[in-house]
């Protein structure tokens, strides 16, 4: 009922504006057959997208080196945004992969497979120095960031079709040291289902989620509770590819 004339998705009842929240809701109705065409519009939606490049001034002085480069990426692959007509982020741009890569044998005649190949390219061009992701950057001034283990466990979930690359297995050696470290709620519960999705063990990982749940239970979040739900179930089916 909350879907739009053009196929997307508001964030909430209370905005007009598109968001990124367009391909998690395809991936929710994807189970259900009776709910595909809804699915479809979206994902024509989502192709339509693409995260804003620098304009002709600003990438002809980057290109003659007369400023300093405050990140250290390329500008011009095509991601997605949070919302339209801003920057490309890994998030956003994981979970519009996900969606595209479970609809694209229904997107035939559409510029699907090179959206997904930009995408690609995009989250492999962020990827911090020693495996994983940070949100959108891996350099600023020169400083490597250090990866986050939620958004690596969504860009790795995006990008499971290509589990045997060197890439990936850094990135899966890096989230593991991550939620060991940091084993809040969300955290594990993302970690989980990308570890399953790469046919892990996560038996460990679970009693880790319990433990975590019944230390904080999550500070009441919703979205910890919805996530750990998931992670316990078998939640990692909804985002295989």
Known sequence: Q??????????????????WTTPI????????????????????????QEGRKPGWLASLLVRLSLVRKTVELDPYLSGWSWTPGAFSWVEPTSYSLMALKKLKQSLDGTNCEERIRQGEMLIYDRMCENGGWNYG??????????????????????????????ANQKSLR???????????????????????????????????????FEKTKFLGETKALALALLAFGSGASLFRI
């Open 2 to 19: 909350h879907q739009k004339d053009d196929g997307s998705w508001s964030l909430n009842g209370a905005s007009k504006q598109s968001s």
């Open 174 to 212: 890096a989230l593991e040291s991550m939620i060991r470290e940091a084993p809040s709620g969300t955290a594990l519960s993302w970690g989980i289902l990308c570890l399953a999705l790469y046919n892990r063990d996560v038996e460990e990982w679970k009693k880790n989620l319990v433990k975590s």
């Open 25 to 48: 809701a395809v991936l929710a109705l994807l189970p259900f057959q009776d709910q595909k065409e809804y699915a479809l519009r979206a994902a024509k939606w989502i192709l339509t």
């Open 137 to 166: 950057n891996s350099k600023v001034l020169g400083e490597a960031l250090w990866p986050y283990p939620d958004v690596t466990a969504v860009a790795l979930m995006a990008l499971q079709d290509r589990a045997a690359s060197d």
